[in-house]
């Protein structure tokens, strides 16, 4: 039905993100097409039959699907009476080898990667949160390059780790993204976040995320308003600041900065 369909898409500012598609489809079919890109997919409602290698396929909510670029594909709703809603994320060619793309045509769904591609999809819907979609990237394309259910190795470099925590600090309001933090650091982004972690126990994203908190409670306790702290934060605007201040504090930005005045009160 055509009320039934919509479409949106997007350039999110994440590095290596070609474009973000989220459609709903009722009786559209896709002709045979290839992407410069790999394409990478969650159905979140019915599914897709589609043809890949010359094989007849399903996707549905219990797989992520991937797409590599260069290779013919089509799709369809696998029951016009239901349609489907999916999510797209076109990635830039350079996202994985090209020498992958014979494995993924052989196994292009992935029921042990969905949990990790739905959380970078709700990141590239998320306004300010560009770092920990570019992070999740990282290790998604570790993930999808290793064979399924194998583990991907710590790195250790605590040189390395300290070099890019101390770039995070003096970028800690305007931000850096993994893949210049690489070129300056002369380090792969997958390698830098590894050994991030493994010094940290935290991904980049996430560190910077608790360090722009602790800015802002400075800057709130020094009687800056939320709105402004937001900005003077690094965060992309107050609801941003509220969201993250509530998962580490457990309360809202106003209510840290008067709890000092009713202390006083008290």
């Not at 897709?48 to 260069?70: C, H, K, Q």
């Not at 965060?235 to 941003?240: G, I, R, S, V």
């Not at 201040?245 to 457990?250: A, E, P």
Request: charge should be positive; glycine fraction near 10%; aromatic fraction near 6%.
């Amino acid at each position: 039905m055509a009320h039934d369909t919509w479409m949106r898409a997007w350039r999110p500012r994440v590095p290596g993100v070609r474009e973000v598609l989220h459609a709903r489809m009722t009786d559209h079919a896709y002709p045979a097409h290839a992407h410069a890109d790999w394409a990478l997919m969650l159905v979140d409602e019915g599914a897709v039959s589609y043809d890949l290698g010359g094989r007849a396929r399903i996707a549905d909510r219990s797989r992520a699907t991937l797409l590599p670029p260069g290779v013919a594909h089509d799709g369809r709703a696998a029951s016009r009476a239901d349609g489907f809603r999916k999510r797209v994320a076109y990635l830039d060619a350079s996202w994985l080898s090209a020498t992958l793309a014979g494995a993924v045509v052989d196994r292009p769904d992935r029921d042990d990667l969905v949990a990790e591609t739905r959380m970078l999809h709700r990141a590239l819907a998320t306004p300010g949160a560009e770092l920990a979609a570019e992070g999740m990237l990282v290790e998604l394309s570790g993930r999808f390059a290793a064979s399924p259910g194998a583990a991907i190795a710590s790195v250790r470099d605590p040189a390395l780790a300290l070099r890019l925590r101390d770039l995070l600090e003096d970028r800690l309001v305007d931000g850096v993204p993994l893949a210049e933090a690489g070129r300056l650091l002369g380090a792969h982004p997958a390698h830098l976040s590894r050994s991030f972690s493994a010094a940290f126990g935290i991904p980049p994203h996430r560190y910077v995320t608790g360090r722009r908190v602790d800015l802002a409670r400075r800057l709130l306790l020094g009687g800056h308003p939320p709105g402004e702290v937001a900005a003077a934060a690094g965060f992309h605007d107050q609801a941003h600041l509220t969201r993250h201040f509530r998962r580490v504090l457990g309360t809202t930005p106003a209510r840290f900065a008067g709890s000092g005045a009713r202390a006083t009160r008290a």
